[in-house]
């Protein structure tokens, strides 16, 4: 623990607040009230979560780092491990191939070893992003199913050499596996099962050759929904299985965490114990939680980043506070990371029209109440040390 004493000064200044922290909670609140914890204010997350030897990340735009002064200030200050949000995929590295453009990830990197962050590298193989060259579509290819496992070990290898030494954690593969349980098809499914091979030994193969290119670096395979016990969180539960018996170099398990208020809360403290039973480590990976956003006056179909309700709103605060709750509940969960700093940077206004509002600081880079609530958790906590 690096500094007893202020954060004993922190838990003492919230003792009064914290007790009504529920009520706040449920409470109807002003979204663009401001963070009410001054005490813990000054506070970073990264430094709130260091005693307990949590890393709090962010995923973070290429484009804004080093370019928006607010921005990389934050990024520097409030987060212990960074995530290209796009830089380190398949077509940002690889426009054509055999031409490697590194030149985002490396400031990436350059800007995380400046402020002492470790990096999330994110992602070697998934079916989406990738460049028109290899697959416009992420199924369909113009090269031979050989061909395909050859890009796909180049491809691997090639990026892990690129940044060994660099990244903390890598993403091997992104979301192989459909909502009930069965491989997703994919440019890489398609290619195994074309060579008679298991439509997911793409993964083995990946995390094999991740390992080989950087044995230092602790290889995840991530992915959505997994927070929900059903079909998929048993498929990945079961493949995660099938990997260690067959002595594959996998490290942990990410789970994404793209929360809507829509839907219940999931289970996510059982899922995540579930894995971590099976000696891995977990890690949410890409925490966001949308809810409905009221629509920007006079102008039709379009959408602000105000949630709609004050219920909305409210449960958008339990999320965020039931997932880091979750993660410090079972001393696997190594990392927090959030898919982006603020609402403007979000994925979320594009895909789901109509929804939004789902990351920790708004349009204006100023601090939403949930990153209070994320603060009191974290200076509240006793939770047990990390376990790696
Ligand atoms: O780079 C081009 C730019 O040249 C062009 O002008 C512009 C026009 O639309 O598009 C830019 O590409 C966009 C890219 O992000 C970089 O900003 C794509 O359109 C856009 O689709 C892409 O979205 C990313 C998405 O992955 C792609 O699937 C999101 O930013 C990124 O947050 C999102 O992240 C994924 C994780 O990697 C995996 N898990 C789910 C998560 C959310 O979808």
Redesign the pocket.
Known sequence: MKHPQTLIAGILALAVTAAGASAAVAAPADPRAVDRSPALASRSLAALAEPIGLEIGV?V?A?QLGADRKYTKLVAGQFSTVTP??AM?WESVEPQQGVFDWAAGDALVASAEANGQLVRG??LV?H??LPDWLSPDGVSSDFSPEELREILREHVITQVTHYKGDIWHWDVV??ALNEDGTPRVSVWSEAYRALGLDPLGYIADAFRWAHEADPEAKLYY?D?NLEFTGPKSNAAHALAQDLLADGVPIDGMGF?G?LSTQYGFPDLEANLDRFADLGLEVALT?VDVRTAVAPRKNHEGEWTSTPATAEGFAAQREYWVGTLEACLAVPACVSYTV??LADSN??IP??FPGEGAALLWDDHLNAKPQLADLREVLATSDAAPRVR
Do not use: P
């Open positions: 995923a735009a484009d949000e796009n995929k994110h992602t998934w989406s992003q992104n979301e991530n959505y994404q793209h890409e898919w982006g979000s994925w594009g895909v």
